[in-house]
């Protein structure tokens, strides 16, 4: 980027990207102003700009000697103050195992607003000590060339996914009610009881097209669902 010079937001993205894809990793420090000047070819007015942007975002903090520190590489990080609810459980010592069942292609919600005609459902499963407890069906709106084989890496992350795909999420609704579930629902969560948390997600861009589409079911017999906000 030598040489052109260029927007503030556009250098707080280019930041942003570096630090989702671990180039900075977390508790490490971005390049300083000086050398962010230099990289960038913009003014110092510039860099602190792009700089605020990512502090007010939650992804950086300024460290006063030090320099300016990474604390987050959150694809979406923005969005909610609150931890994630396996961030939650991870912190208080319980162990959740993360896996993908199956990722196809579908025209199961092709009525929706999708930002593409391209959806994909991928059904997740998330084990809390050895149990399943949550099941994720996520319809996602993707680029027609988007390479799948991503989905089926052993530390697949939903959000870094989308953000690889060039999808930015401006709002989310999030919906939650206790549901009867199907019989296939209990038997793949082992329930003991008819009855779960059902949450439906659905995120949007800046333009209003839908980009994910996610039903949930907990089961908040064996962990009741957490939300933990920073205020």
């Known amino acids: 980027m030598k040489n052109k010079k260029i927007l503030y937001q556009e250098v707080s993205d280019s930041i942003k990207k570096d630090v989702i894809e671990g180039k900075y990793p977390i508790n490490s420090y971005i390049p300083t102003e000086n050398e962010l000047e230099e990289m960038y070819n913009v003014s110092k007015i510039t860099v602190r700009k792009a700089i605020q942007i990512l502090c007010n975002e939650g992804y950086l903090v300024k460290q006063s000697g030090k320099g300016t520190e990474v604390i987050s590489n959150r694809p979406f990080n923005i969005l909610s103050k609150a931890s994630s609810f396996t961030t939650i459980l991870e912190k208080s010592g319980k162990q959740v195992e993360k896996k993908v069942l199956a990722a196809v292609e579908t025209d199961l ?21 050895h149990e399943p407890a949550i099941l994720f069906r996520h319809y996602i709106s993707v680029p027609k060339h988007t390479d799948l084989t991503i989905v089926e890496q052993k530390n697949f992350s939903l959000y870094t996914f989308m953000a690889s795909v060039g999808t930015q999420i401006s709002y ?60």
């Open 172 to 231: 989310i609704d999030d919906e939650f009610s206790a549901e009867v579930v199907s019989e296939e629902i209990k038997q793949m969560l082992k329930l003991t009881k008819d009855f779960a948390l059902k949450r439906i997600r659905k995120s949007y861009d800046k333009n209003n097209f839908l980009v994910e589409y996610t039903i949930a079911y907990y089961d908040t017999v064996k962990q009741a669902y957490v939300i933990d906000y920073e205020v």
């Open 109 to 129: 919600y092709s009525e929706e607003n999708f930002k593409h005609d391209r959806i994909v459902e991928i059904s997740r499963m998330f084990n809390i000590s």
